[in-house]
């Protein structure tokens, strides 16, 4: 497309080679993590991990073609690094789920807990397709106007994620205040660090708040938005929040309260 330029800086080749290597210990990590606890529910975030590992690969092949960079590095980066964390989000929505039967705290929940995942489940199915339609969208533009209606079909697919992480928050803080001021007797009994656990729960979501933002800043600018003409931004906003998001369960893993021999006791 005339005029577009996939780049407003030279990316930088160690940056996104220190980012795709720490992805992928994450990733190993929790493959290991899932492995060895059985958490096969976790899977989504692992996938999510493979994503970010992969987009921080492909803009170390694209920062290796500067100046003279090519689409397909371009796109991969972009689409994967964009779609991430809407595995990282699924995962999230899985686990309160699970705490609150594992609780046997149902009539706490705001949803019942049966449906409280498969309707987060279905906000974050619409976002990753609107994200992903809008990525294909701005691969094939071929005008501005291509470019720019694939930029409101990503900021749809964002606002979404947004409105339904943050009702996300307030189910779980509904929960929390609910159990605190009720304890359910397995909540009493379990020797499961369930509260500890809810405030990864808020932290991480937080995260994922904070980068969904920034990207739906970062579109609504368009191309030649002032986020998009220096690199830090996105390392600082995107990269290093999910990498501590995946720091956080790596070492405080969802097996260690939704483990079977707790739930036997």
Request: net charge positive; aromatic share 16%; hydrophobic share 50%.
């Amino acid at each position: 497309m005339a005029g577009f330029k996939y780049y407003h800086y030279d990316p930088s080749f160690a940056a996104a080679v220190i980012f795709a290597l720490m992805f992928c210990v994450a990733t190993i990590r929790h493959i290991q993590l899932m492995s060895k606890n059985k958490t096969w529910y976790f899977l989504p975030f692992i996938i999510g991990c493979l994503f970010e590992t992969g987009g921080y690969a492909a803009r170390a092949w694209s920062a290796r073609q500067t100046p003279d960079w090519t689409l397909m590095p371009y796109i991969i980066q972009s689409l994967l690094t964009l779609l991430g964390p809407t595995f990282f989000a699924a995962s999230i929505y899985m686990i309160l789920g699970r705490l609150i039967r594992f609780l046997g705290a149902d009539p706490y929940s705001m949803i019942r807990s049966r449906w409280l995942t498969k309707f987060f489940l279905l906000g974050d199915i619409l976002s990753f397709f609107g994200q992903g339609g809008g990525g294909g969208i701005l691969a094939s533009a071929k005008s501005e106007s291509s470019q720019n209606l694939g930029n409101k079909v990503i900021l749809l697919g964002l606002g979404i994620q947004v409105i339904f992480f943050g009702f996300f928050i307030v189910v779980t803080l509904v929960f929390h205040i609910r159990i605190t001021k009720g304890p359910t007797p397995k909540s009493l009994a379990t020797p499961a660090p369930w509260q500890r656990f809810l405030y990864v729960l808020y932290s991480t979501s937080f995260l994922i708040m904070v980068r969904s933002i920034f990207r739906m800043a970062e579109y609504a600018q368009g191309n030649d938005g002032p986020l998009l003409q220096k690199e830090a931004y996105s390392y600082v906003l995107d990269a290093l929040l999910m990498l501590i998001v995946t720091a956080c369960f790596a070492f405080f893993h969802p097996s260690k309260v939704l483990r079977k021999d707790l739930n036997d006791k």
